[in-house]
């Protein structure tokens, strides 16, 4: 599976946009990108996911580069209750379910 | 519609004993996960269950056993408990387990001492 690379830690102020970068300069041309996320001590929580299309629902949006090797996730007005690691994972379509976990992000929502 | 549920939600237990948690799926869905999330590990994925089958499988010594019962309700098991064993269990569920997205419950949280 694709290897992805985030920023350990990042702040946003409350209100504004959170803008997650991931790298997964290795994907290929079947894996999808999905985002969760984990407030602390919680399950996981599912964001969003995308294979090539740019993708918008409830929660937030996926901004996928061109050529797929990043993408962003953008929380359009963040909330103090949105302060998580959020985790970025590339996993093929047709394979089991072992999702893989780095380390993710630690997002804080400063007041 | 239901989330995915684990019972119990915390645990603690001594070193040699055994410890079997277990997961209700979301209605429907027949694939269950389970994973174990440590300080030092992360999140590591245990092994997976389809019809009653294990599918896949981390790498976790044989002390970690699992199995899934006809209405798609899955048990994990871990025999001779080691300290290092205490860590928040999760199980995630999917129609199928074949691409698509897992939700995962709340976890059981095991203390081993």
């Known amino acids: 599976d694709a290897k992805t690379t985030q920023p350990p830690s990042m702040d946003c102020a409350e209100g504004r946009a959170a803008n997650l970068p991931c790298n997964h300069s290795?994907?290929?041309?079947?894996?999808?990108v999905y985002w969760y996320r984990q407030i602390h001590s919680q399950g996981p929580q599912y964001i969003i996911h995308g294979l090539k299309n740019n993708e918008t629902n409830e929660m937030a949006s996926l901004i996928i580069t061109e050529d797929r090797k990043s993408s962003t996730l953008i929380l359009p007005h963040a909330t103090l209750r949105d302060t998580a690691v959020y985790y970025c994972?590339?996993?093929?379509?047709?394979?089991?379910?072992?999702?893989?976990f780095g380390p993710g992000t630690r997002l804080s929502v400063l007041p | 519609k239901a989330g995915v549920t684990q019972t119990p939600r915390y645990l603690i237990k001594t070193r040699g004993q055994q410890v079997t948690l277990s997961c209700s799926p979301i209605?429907?869905?027949?694939?269950v996960s389970w994973y174990q999330q440590t300080p030092g590990q992360g999140l590591q994925f245990l092994f997976e269950y389809f019809s009653e089958t294990q599918r896949n499988k981390g790498n976790f010594p044989g002390r970690f056993s699992g199995r899934q019962f006809s209405n798609s309700r899955s048990e994990m098991n871990v025999s001779t408990l080691e300290l290092g064993d205490s860590a928040l269990y999760l199980c995630?569920?999917?129609?199928?387990?074949?691409?698509?997205?897992?939700?995962f419950g709340p976890g059981t949280r095991l203390l081993v001492l």
């Open positions: 209605s429907g869905h027949r694939s």
């Open positions: 290795t994907i290929s041309g079947n894996e999808y």
């Open positions: 994972i590339v996993r093929p379509v047709l394979r089991g379910q072992n999702f893989v």
């Open positions: 995630a569920s999917s129609f199928t387990g074949t691409g698509e997205t897992q939700y």
